[in-house]
């Protein structure tokens, strides 16, 4: 099982990105998106059913980041719109093979796979 993730860079604040995670080797039932910026904790950000039916957002998050997946090649992506400073971090995704709802979908230590991550730079 793979997970890449890629789509990171240096950006402007207000400036859009998209987040792209390859994932291969194994069928999911869940995925995510988390982060982890310097000196802080790893955190989550969004995660979705495999087939959209559920979705849930960090509240930091919410009405800025969508998450999603291509039906042809079972990309995972996250666009992050309207980026700030404190967006800055490293940003990964993970999935998992079983099911997961509410809470335990913002869990990380409940998904089984993890990409390798891709920074985020956010310039004021």
């Known amino acids: 099982v793979q997970l890449q993730a890629s789509g990171g860079g240096l950006v402007q604040a207000g400036d859009s990105l998209r987040l792209s995670c390859t994932a291969s080797g194994s069928t999911f039932s869940v995925y995510a998106w988390f982060r982890q910026a310097p000196g802080k904790e790893r955190e989550f950000e969004a995660a979705?059913?495999?087939?959209?039916?559920?979705?849930y957002y960090a509240d930091s998050v919410k009405g800025r980041f969508a998450i999603g997946r291509s039906n042809v090649d079972n990309t995972l992506i996250l666009r992050v719109n309207n980026l700030r400073p404190e967006d800055t971090a490293v940003y990964y995704c993970?999935?998992?093979?079983?099911?997961?709802?509410?809470?335990?979908?913002?869990?990380?230590?409940?998904?089984?796979?993890w990409g390798q991550g891709t920074l985020v730079t956010v310039s004021s």
């Open positions: 993970a999935a998992r093979a079983a099911s997961l709802s509410g809470s335990l979908a913002r869990v990380g230590s409940m998904y089984d796979y």
């Open positions: 979705s059913s495999w087939r959209g039916e559920r979705k």
